[in-house]
């Protein structure tokens, strides 16, 4: 056994320590986050027979659909400002996610999730009104090359 596959086992037994020892949710969530990173690092390096099947399931090759000519999406008429998307009302920041804007919906769940809930509605609001822009800039950038 190898130094790097007693870390993660060292981190994983920390973890439960701590889950044991500490009464306070936001403890227990750092100590079940610092769990499932152990996992993930023995994932990745652990020389064991099932790690490797994981990472060879993670890592297939998957075959992507025909992309169409970007000047499609240059030379189309862009969607008006502040436009009204009813999916993204309901869905708010979930509707980034769902979409495939990891960032835009990181970024909106961190508003919203560290103001308290104050910011909410204006997250919601600002998620119906910018998506459909916001997802045709995204197609845009994810075709173009720099």
Known sequence: MTVRDVIPILLILLAAGLWVLLDVIFWDVSALLLGLLAVALWIGYSRVRPAQRIRNA???EVPLPARADPADLY???SPPRLGWNWAALIL?????LVAGLWAHGA???????????LLIPLVWLYAALKAD???LEFRIARRSVY
Do not use: N
């Open 107 to 117: 970024i909106l769940l961190a508003l919203a999730f560290t103001s308290g809930g």
């Open 75 to 77: 030379y189309r008429p």
């Open 133 to 135: 822009e916001d997802l």
């Open 92 to 96: 708010g920041p979930f509707w980034y």
């Open 58 to 60: 993670l890592a297939r």
